[in-house]
């Protein structure tokens, strides 16, 4: 091309020859008596004369040489321009789609899905099947994920799969690419390729499909190979350089996402593994109460949070419950929660009150590495006293229901976080829970949201609740007032998976006029239970939903204490469970599908205890002791108990201390538990609690101050607890064998 350009050198068309001996014969020059037509477009200069044969004939060889190199210099240009217009358009769509699988890969962290999404992008961009292999533990390998366009197709080859699962020391595809990290290409499947991979009537089933090219490319993340991805196509369709090249591009991008998955799993299983430990799996049985718990993680994001609840059994009958929320989120947050839990049995062990305890965790979060800060509760319920002392630190205030009363939150000092280390800023609040009341704890998770704040979920927490309670009240004091018979075909016993405020007992006949017909099941539409058979002490997983990025070891618990279902077979009012008022509780909160943020919540119920054996004043006089005794004594006697001389002996040295240093009116208390008598005296002085030996450390010849290492020494348990008017000691011993009650 370069001798037919007049840029690349040409000669001039005025000395442009035939070389010597090749001159045409005379008049069959080929350029004589002709002309070159003009190109298109172009017209003759004006004024111009026409060329004369002589000067056209020299000039006519050299230009049509030059119009016809200049033709091809624009040929070959125009298919340049082609191809690189092809190529580009090409590179365009490979980065396409590539970007797009970036994209589509990165937005969840659930390992299944990822291999589920690798599988539906390779078809049917690349092939008309894809199948993703993942290596399994030891030799195997595992059919994770597949896409295919025809059905047929699909159901064979898993069965395939399960009739003869591939491993890694197996000539098959999957087995060779895990094996070596090399991509395997079949162009056709012939009779021993496909006798390899399928046994007995699969090779027969597999020749009726239709098949072609298949290719197989590892997937690798951090120079390990972690499983393997094929993709094939029906018919003659070879699979080009170009196509090959994007399944390994596919597939490099799925080892990652698949690896990351991983990788976050891993770290989020340990954070929920922590916080599994740290809940407890079901709360003591105790006379006089029931209590029903429950956690649910945040389902919008991807880390664990710091919410923890606690039962602890006191001694003495009395039951500490705490709640908390360490704020931040991760494993972090879910450590510092661990921490934090066991600090507070630990005290509460020691059975200090609230707001003491509040103020010693206080010390502990500010002790530990970096700015850290929670949220806590904790109360004590006695219920032979049935009051509640509560101390708060900067906690949502507790949900309080009280028998025929609308819900309400109990008004207490909220005090600051812990963490802040303020000295003196909690304090305490007792409140009266007679039989049939309720306290509602929980995080701010169950009322606070992007779509409301908390003010606003307050309130719908107690309305809804209120709307609870309400509606199967009014059922059962129509039914009452009616006296309708239960349909036969209904139980009687009312399901408690729901919960209406424990607190809260349901209308019904009054204890004055008992029912004189069988017992009426509530007509309220029964709540279903949302747990999937599991019992109470297990957690249950969520269904997930494809394409989110939910946590996948997600996880809720839920236990409780008491019945679990109510049956109407008595006179009065149904009582409705902790357990069911536990579940009123989140239908009233109206939970959206994701929320934002995990949710503990805990619910305590009164209930009646036994009658005391005894309950006796007296006054702060020496003759208190003897009296005591005699009651006691005849208490026990009454009950069927056999005499406990040690016993007798310890309610003497309790009254004569408290006559002697409370000098106030004295309340003598004794009360039945199980394989157990406990017996208190309450007094109206509480500035300063006894402590064994007092006054008899460093005088061994002292008259007074042996009263209570008496009791510390005979009694199976004692302690001394603050009262809102003073302090009560008390001390339990066990009952002989045959006088259990």
């Known amino acids: 091309m370069t001798g037919l350009s007049p840029a690349a050198g040409a000669p001039s068309a ?40 002589a000067a056209y004939g020299r000039e006519g060889w050299a230009a049509t040489t030059a119009s016809v190199g200049r033709a091809i210099v624009r040929e070959l240009t125009a298919a340049r321009r082609r191809r690189s217009h092809v190529s580009a358009g090409t590179t365009l769509d490979q980065f396409s789609f590539l970007a797009d699988a970036s994209l589509v890969l990165s937005s969840s962290l659930d390992p299944q899905r990822i291999m589920e999404m690798i599988a539906a992008l390779a078809v049917p961009r690349l092939g008309t099947g894809a199948v993703v292999w993942l290596r399994g533990d030891g030799d195997a390998i595992r059919m994770a994920g597949s896409s295919f366009l025809d059905a047929k197709s699909a159901d064979f080859l898993r069965a395939a799969v399960q009739l003869r699962p591939p491993t890694l020391d197996q000539n098959t595809p999957p087995g060779i690419v895990v094996r070596t990290g090399q991509s395997h290409y079949i162009p056709c499947y012939t009779e021993r390729v496909a006798r390899e991979l399928f046994a007995g009537s699969a090779y027969e089933t597999f020749w009726e499909l239709p098949s072609g090219p298949t290719i197989t490319v590892p997937m690798c993340a951090r120079g390990h190979v972690l499983g393997a ?7 003659p369709h070879e699979f080009t350089a170009l196509d090959v090249h994007l399944v390994e591009e596919l597939a490099r991008r799925g080892g990652a996402a698949l690896d990351n998955a991983q990788l976050f799993q891993e770290v989020e299983e340990s954070a929920l593994t922590l916080q599994r430990s740290m809940l407890p799996a079901h709360p003591p049985a105790l006379d006089g109460m029931e209590i029903a718990m429950e956690y649910r993680p945040g389902t919008a994001g991807t880390e664990v949070g710091g919410d923890f609840y606690d039962v602890i059994g006191l001694p003495g009958g009395r039951v500490g419950v705490a709640i908390g929320d360490v704020m931040g989120r991760g494993l972090h947050a879910a450590a510092v929660m661990g921490q934090l839990r066991a600090a507070l049995r630990a005290y509460a062990l ?14 502990v979060v500010d002790s530990l590495p970096g700015l850290q800060m929670a949220t806590s509760m904790y109360a004590v319920y006695d219920p032979y006293s049935g009051r509640a002392t509560i101390a708060s630190a900067g906690h949502p205030p507790p949900l309080l229901v009280l028998p025929d009363e609308q819900p309400d939150y109990l008004v207490l000092e909220p005090g600051l976080p812990l963490g802040t280390g303020e000295k003196d800023q909690f304090s305490e609040t007792t409140v009266a829970l007679p039989p049939g009341s309720a306290l509602v704890m929980f995080t701010d998770g169950l009322v606070e949201s992007r779509r409301r704040p908390v003010a606003d979920g307050l309130e719908h927490l107690r309305s809804g609740l209120a709307e609870q309670i309400t509606r199967p009240r009014a059922a059962r004091d129509l039914d009452a007032a009616c006296d309708a018979p239960a349909a036969p075909d209904v139980p009687a016993t009312v399901a408690a998976p729901t919960a209406p405020s424990a607190a809260a007992p349901s209308a019904g006949p009054s204890p004055a006029q008992p029912p004189t017909g069988p017992p009426v099941a509530t007509p309220e539409r029964r709540i279903r239970e949302r747990r999937s058979g599991r019992d109470r002490r297990g957690g249950y997983r969520r ?19 008491g019945p679990d279902a109510v049956t109407c077979d008595g006179p009065g009012p149904i009582q409705e469970t902790a357990r069911t008022l536990l579940e009123r509780c989140l239908l009233a909160a109206d939970l959206p599908p994701r929320t934002d943020d995990d949710i503990a919540l805990l619910v305590l119920v009164t209930r009646p205890v036994r009658p005391p054996l005894l309950e006796l004043a007296l006054p702060a006089v020496g003759s208190s002791a003897s009296h005591a005794r005699v009651a006691v004594r005849g208490a026990l006697h009454d009950a069927g108990i056999g005499s406990l ?7 003497s040295e309790v009254v004569t201390n408290a006559v002697l240093h409370a000098r106030s009116d004295l309340v003598l208390r004794a009360t039945l538990e199980p394989g157990r008598v406990r017996i208190s005296v309450e007094d109206r002085e509480g500035s300063v609690l006894p402590r064994p030996g007092d006054e008899s450390i460093d005088q061994m010849d002292a008259e007074h101050g042996w009263g209570l290492l008496l009791v510390e020494a005979l009694a199976q348990a004692w302690g001394v607890e603050t009262t809102p008017d003073g302090k009560r000691v008390w001390f339990e011993m066990e009952l002989p064998g045959g006088d259990h009650p």
Do not use: C, K, Q, Y
């Open 645 to 651: 001389d040690d016993a007798i002996l310890l309610v």
């Open 543 to 561: 269904p997930r939903t494809s394409g989110d990025r939910r946590r996948t070891g997600s996880f809720a618990a839920r236990s409780w204490s």
């Open 14 to 53: 005025a000395g442009l020859r035939p070389p010597p001996g090749n001159e045409p014969p005379p008049g069959s020059e080929p350029w004589a008596g002709t002309r070159t037509e003009p190109r298109a477009g172009s017209e003759p200069r004006a004024g111009a004369a026409p060329a004369t044969g």
């Open 229 to 235: 991805l094929s993709v094939g196509r029906n018919g």
């Open 350 to 363: 020691e059975d200090w009150g609230p707001a003491e305890l509040l103020a010693r965790l206080d010390r």
